[in-house]
């Protein structure tokens, strides 16, 4: 209880079921107009006498005292008619009710996060949030999916999103424990994003950790082991026989031994295996008057489904809030993590590559060491393109990592009255990664340079500071929320390598190697700091407003434009508590709101404004200084005005939709503009062009049966679209990527290379198209070179999203949770090798798909050409006929648990007890003819790793 109390003062404090305070929750003397709120402690003191009647979140509370105590019993008592109190969400560096936010904002609660074992918080986001595609890419352990916020805003600066963790700014992604997460709030518009400024342009994620829960000590146990399964998807490559009948049709190929026809090895079966995976939680929960702390310990280990390949993670987290007096709180943090991973890992390439007819092993089974075994007569003939037999290097080959990785925080908030809050977040991060690779000199791949060491060192400590001064006021049916504060932070790299060949047998010290190879080294640094300032108003829970201002100032421009004004507007329109819908019991919620911000993107070139020469030039024997970029004071921050509409409905507190409308213009887009050779330099960073955003964001969750039905079934659905288009470039000049083109008018992410025009049904030569510069007539050519290099599509997706349900039943819960993409293109790059139409007749092929055939002599409508040895057509280089559709539908997670009732584990001494089985990735539905299409979604690669499937049993118990 705090304050005095007065005559006729009522006091009481409001928590919720876990004993946090519940702030901001309006208190109302029914039949008067006397409003109060509840502080950040969750106190509230009103003029009411014994006998009056409080409504709080519509439940009547009589005043039996002027010291009501904690009312938390009136909202979790079963007994009585409970009602829900409104749900808080972080939006940056505020937290708002929900009925309050004026800006776009996606939230995900630390429920929404359990159905799937990740060690990567992105990957458990995917599918839940409209706008934001995620792609889980890799399935190597540990990798991290990427994440896209309605579009790319850039041609060559960062577009990812931008993370925050309690507060804190990170350096790309975050390494942190899921089970330590309470909510996440992705903030899609610049409403949301304007407060981060210069780093907001491409959404921004927040993290909340969890704190400190219930009363008095809690401990939670959570542990689960999974089995992953390897999952080639669509791709399968030729056993013996079948690459045996291949070559009896392959124009030219050689005659082969009868017996190939039954010799078969299987290397992918052999070079794949269960991998197991084991994620051990065990975290303390204690909550008294004083101090607030929740600390946890967790261990991940996975082993890759690729044999040889081991990721490791020991993550631990403490966070306290400590009350040194009534209105001083100390509240320190700390997070660190130690991750390993070892690499003996058997090649996918050459899984995928090796001949079925090649045993890798003797038969007293020694690996075959092909050359040497060839040479001797160990084996007849190996007849693998590349004399590769990686179970040869794995005896001695191997690569190691360790990573440090600690946050800390000393933060503290003080009350300097009712209206005036002071805020310190004070944090440092710390980060070092060690690695090597030895390679041995008797194994194949090092027999050619006496084998090689390779190490590397990278280290960096990221600052960052915070001092705020919030103000919140409410002044009848007027309320009033701002804040001014001063942000610094500021980031050192160094990193450290060196190869050495000719090496001891055995040592993985540099020294010991006679041949330096290769030595490097960097440093970097940069340095950030902002004024902002944001004010909320609110008017009688109907209208709502919000300003935000923020100056960037960073070290990565020139004085010319080193800072930048940001800004954004916001209003909502609480239709729903109008008078003439207040007392509606089926629309319970109709709210209209909108938005326009700019915010900025700083480019990932810490140098940019400087001239740069390279220290590692040689002249006559002597070092040297090479020119190389050219200084640009001139070159500014790029910029996104961003405009958003927003329309949320809820019917009959059980049905919402929530439907956004955005459009993105970017300008002054970063680009690296090249000088002719002849200039000297290289070339210098500019600011060359304009890209636009644009789409529609849908979502819907139901809850199909009342509150108070025993069975429940709650869905969800999301679905968004983004039209993406390059509005200005400098000079209108196209920029070239690889086998993309970005130019005026296209998606930024459009395939620019030779169009396939099928086969030639007469001859089984390949066909491209060639457009005559003149006319435009457009012919078909057998010669490669001769195609016209043209837009071929776009890797952009037409819409995509997720959807979910949920169903429970007593003690049992059943969910499911699937995502989806449709639309866009992939290059399937391993096709240039696996089905290359006798180009590489000595690396494996893949099987033809379902509708595909070869062309022979009876077979004349193909889709593939015929076949010829050491194939000279080029029918394998690169064109539009290796791209493929990129739609996908993959039932992301199913899972069924079951929760024991309480009075059963009160027996066993725990207060609860959950156990759960489930499946990640177990189906999936494309077209895709590789082994997966989201890891290579967003680009092309030839050796993607696929996500496995994975079966997962688990148990929770709390004491």
Not at 66 to 82: A, E, I, R
Not at 123 to 132: D, E, F
Not at 635 to 649: M, P
Not at 809 to 831: C, E, I, P, T
Request: net charge negative; aromatic share 14%.
């Amino acid at each position: 209880m705090l304050g005095s109390i007065s005559y006729a003062q009522t006091t009481g404090i409001l928590k919720d079921s876990d004993g946090l305070p519940e702030s901001d929750v309006e208190v109302k003397l029914k039949g008067t107009d006397k409003v109060v709120y509840t502080d950040l402690d969750g106190n509230f003191e009103i003029d009411a006498k014994v006998g009056d009647i409080l409504i709080i979140k519509g439940k009547e509370i009589t005043v039996s005292s002027s010291l009501l105590g904690d009312l938390s019993s009136y909202f979790t008592n079963p007994d009585n008619d409970t009602v829900d109190l409104e749900t808080a969400v972080v939006t940056g560096y505020s937290t708002q009710r929900k009925e309050e936010i004026t800006a776009s904002v996606g939230t995900v609660s630390a429920k929404d996060l359990v159905d799937s074992k990740s060690p990567n918080i992105t990957n458990l986001l995917q599918g839940k949030v409209a706008g934001v595609n995620i792609i889980s890419g890799s399935g190597r352990p540990g990798s991290t999916a990427t994440m896209r916020v309605r579009g790319r805003t850039s041609i060559s600066a960062d577009t990812g999103a931008l993370w925050v963790v309690d507060g804190v700014i990170f350096h790309g992604t975050p390494t942190i424990n899921p089970s330590d997460v309470e909510t996440v709030s992705i903030l899609k518009d610049a409403a949301a994003t304007s407060q981060y400024g210069s780093r907001g342009a491409n959404g921004v994620v927040i993290v909340t950790t969890k704190r400190g829960r219930g009363k008095g000590l809690t401990v939670n146990v959570d542990y689960s082991s999974s089995w992953n399964k390897f999952n080639n998807g669509n791709f399968e490559v030729m056993n013996g026989k079948q690459l045996y009948d291949n070559f009896q049709i392959m124009q030219g190929a050689p005659t082969l031994p009868t017996e190939l026809e039954n010799t078969n090895f299987d290397w992918l079966k052999n070079g794949t295996k269960i991998g197991i995976v084991q994620d051990a939680n065990v975290s303390i929960s204690s909550n008294s008057d004083k101090t607030n702390l929740y600390a946890t310990i967790n261990y991940f280990n996975e082993e890759g489904t690729v044999k040889g390949y081991d990721y490791e993670r020991l993550t631990t987290r403490l966070n306290i809030d400590h009350k040194l007096t009534e209105k001083f709180i100390f509240k320190p943090k700390l997070n660190a993590s130690y991750i390993t991973t070892e690499n003996r890992e058997h090649s996918l390439y050459g899984m995928y590559m090796n001949m079925p007819w090649d045993n890798p092993f003797l038969s007293n089974g020694r690996p075959v060491n092909p050359r040497e075994d060839e040479a001797n007569g160990n084996i007849s003939r190996w007849y693998g393109r590349d004399y590769s037999n990686y179970y040869y290097d794995l005896q001695t080959n191997y690569g190691t990592s360790e990573i440090f990785d600690i946050q800390a925080n000393l933060d503290f908030q003080w009350k300097i009255s009712n209206a005036f809050t002071f805020e310190s977040t004070n944090n440092v991060q710390y980060y070092n990664n060690t690695s090597m690779s030895y390679t041995d000199p008797k194994s194949i791949s090092g027999s050619s340079y006496d084998g090689q060491v390779y190490q590397f060192s990278d280290k960096r400590i990221v600052r960052l500071f915070n001092q705020m001064i919030r103000f919140n006021k409410k002044v009848d049916l007027h309320s009033f929320n701002a804040y001014v504060a001063y942000e610094y932070s500021d980031y050192d790299y160094k990193s450290l390598n060196g190869t050495k060949q000719g090496i001891t047998p055995g040592s993985e010290i540099l020294d010991n190697g006679a041949n330096p190879f290769a030595v490097g080294g960097t440093r970097n640094d940069y340095a950030f700091q902002a004024g902002l300032a944001q004010f909320n108003y609110g008017f009688d829970g109907r209208f709502y407003a919000q300003a935000s201002y923020r100056l960037d100032g960073s070290s990565r421009f020139g004085k010319n434009n080193r800072y930048a004004h940001f800004y954004a507007f916001s209003g909502g329109w609480n239709i729903n508590n109008e008078a003439f819908l207040k007392d509606s019991e089926s629309i319970t919620n109709l709210k209209l709101r909108a938005s326009y911000g700019v915010v900025g993107n700083a480019g990932t070139n810490y140098y940019m404004q400087y001239g740069l020469y390279n220290l590692n030039g040689q002249y006559n024997g002597q070092p040297a200084l090479v020119q190389g970029q050219y200084a640009n004071p001139d070159v500014t921050w790029e910029t996104t005005k961003d405009a958003n509409i927003g329309l949320e409905i809820g019917l009959y507190d059980r049905f919402n939709f929530t439907v956004d409308v955005y459009n993105k213009n970017t300008d002054k887009l970063l680009h690296f503009v090249r000088f002719p050779d002849t200039s000297g330099w290289t070339g210098y960073m500019d600011n060359i062009g304009k890209v636009n955003n644009k789409g529609i964001e849908f979502s819907v969750n139901a809850s199909i049966f009342r509150p108070t039905s025993e069975f429940q079934w709650n869905v969800g659905f999301n679905i968004a679209t983004n039209k993406n288009e390059v509005k200005e470039l400098y000079n209108n000049q196209a920029i070239n990527d690889g086998l993309q083109r970005r130019e005026v008018g296209r998606d930024i992410n459009s395939w620019y290379m030779r169009k396939w025009a099928g086969v030639d049904a007469e001859t089984g030569n390949p066909l491209w198209e060639r457009i005559d510069p003149t006319t435009g007539e457009v012919t078909n050519v057998t010669n490669w070179n001769n195609a016209t290099l043209q837009f071929v599509g776009k890797t952009s997706p037409d819409y995509f999203g997720g959807f979910n349900t949920n169903f429970s039943y007593k003690g049992f819960v059943l969910s499911a949770d699937f995502v989806y993409s449709k639309g866009g293109l992939a290059y399937n790059a391993g096709r240039e090798l696996f089905d290359s139409d006798g180009a590489y007749p000595y690396y494996n092929q893949m099987q033809l798909q379902e509708g595909w055939s070869r062309w022979t002599p009876e077979n004349t409508n193909a889709t593939h050409p015929k076949l010829i040895f050491n194939n000279t057509s080029l029918s394998n280089k690169q064109s539009s006929r290796y791209l493929e559709d990129a739609s996908f539908l993959r039932m992301r997670n199913v899972r069924l648990g079951y929760n024991f009732k309480e009075n059963i584990v009160s027996k066993l001494g725990v207060k609860s007890l959950g156990i759960y089985i489930s499946g990640d990735n177990l189906w999936t539905s494309t077209d895709y003819s590789g082994a997966d299409i989201e890891a290579v979604i967003s680009g092309d690669t030839t050796s993607n790793y696929p996500n496995p499937k994975r079966f997962t049993l688990g148990v929770n118990l709390t004491f």
